[in-house]
């Protein structure tokens, strides 16, 4: 699972289809809320300071 900003989403694509073989799912954390689920209010990318905006998994 990873969550980042709209710049790194690629790079997490990436990431995730390498470590699982498969295509991920994508989801706008602007338009999706979780109960017990609170995201991270920065990309979790290293150096980067920007918002979460996707969270990929």
Known sequence: ????CKEH??????RFV?????APDLY???QVTFREWE???CCE???????AQFLVV
Do not use: F, T
């Open 45 to 51: 990318e290293k150096n980067c300071s920007h918002g």
């Open 28 to 30: 706008d954390l602007e």
């Open 18 to 22: 390498d470590e699982y073989e498969d």
């Open 1 to 4: 699972m990873y969550v980042v």
């Open 39 to 41: 995201p991270p209010a």
């Open 9 to 14: 989403v690629e790079l997490a694509i990436d």
